[in-house]
């Protein structure tokens, strides 16, 4: 899917006339066009008003179940429906993922505790069109190491979203998330990575964390795709656990994940689940 000195070859060729043509039969990525940002902005908006209401439901003592069930009984009043739910056998309407779980944790008995960090991912699909995005939170009283690492975490995404622009490359974003994460002396994840979305819950291109400036897909106005780093604040080891679907950092440190869908424009980026990272902790 990546080539090297992609950004040179775009530029030392002329496009063809039909950029989605080109896109679909070069990468399989299909370029949206108004109406389709329309619908993904729309349920990217819901996403958004799930995340935001939820956050206020996460205390100590409420077990991830029945952060599950609000989630999902406020997805289905506004018309939608969960898109985790039944996708590869998943048994949930979203991911909750509590300290030194990275993502694709499975809500149930765990009851949140005061000084946790808790990540909640939401896609939502609505009138068809799916939208996908997550946030970590502080559970009250949290240390200050846990605090610092959800802070870089939610830069590292800022930067990563800040590199979006036609003509920049996917090795762009990845460097720039890399670049700041570890700078901060964290770890980012290398196994999981954000996708295309919006017909379907995953498309191509695949969104890695990582990466070298100049390499990697072209981006051209109409791509849509998630950037969702995971950042760990010990080492890059993962392992999942025997419920096939919960991954964990290896050593048992934090990992903190931010999340947003995002639309490449013909000036730039365009989130379309639209919240101040700037205001994540």
């Known amino acids: 899917m990546l080539f090297r000195n992609a950004k040179a070859r775009l530029n030392r060729r002329k496009l063809s006339p039909d950029l989605e043509s080109e896109y679909w039969k070069r990468y399989r990525i299909r370029l949206k066009d108004h109406a389709a940002v329309d619908g993904i902005a729309r349920a990217g908006a819901l996403v958004v008003r799930t995340l935001d209401m939820i956050r206020s439901r996460i205390r100590p003592g409420v077990t991830t179940d029945i952060l599950n069930t609000l989630v999902h009984e406020f997805t289905l009043e506004h018309g939608a429906t969960p898109a985790p739910l039944g996708y590869r ?8 993922s509590v300290n030194d779980e990275i993502c694709h944790g499975i809500p149930g008995t765990r009851v949140i505790a005061e000084g946790d960090i808790v990540n909640v991912d939401v896609t939502s699909i ?53 670049s700041h994460a570890e700078a901060a002396g964290y770890s980012v994840v290398r196994e999981l990575v954000g996708h295309g979305v919006g017909h379907a819950f995953h498309e191509p291109p695949q969104v890695n964390h990582t990466g070298r400036p100049g390499l990697g897909i072209v981006l051209v106005p109409g791509m849509v795709f998630t950037i969702e780093p995971m950042i760990n604040q010990g080492g890059l080891g993962i392992k999942r656990l025997d419920d096939g679907w919960t991954v964990v950092t290896a050593d048992g440190s934090l990992s903190a994940q931010f999340e947003q869908t995002v639309l490449v ?7 379309l689940t639209p919240y101040s990272l700037e205001e994540a902790v």
């Open 89 to 96: 056998g998943f048994p949930k309407s979203m991911c909750v």
């Open 126 to 178: 609505l009138d068809g069109w799916y939208a996908d995005a997550n946030r970590t939170f502080l559970v009250g009283e949290v240390s200050p190491e846990a605090r610092r690492l959800v802070q870089v975490t939610a830069e590292s995404l800022a930067h990563g979203m800040a590199a979006v622009r036609p003509g920049a490359t996917l090795g762009d974003v990845g460097h720039a998330i890399q």
């Open 265 to 271: 424009t013909e000036k730039g980026v365009r989130s």
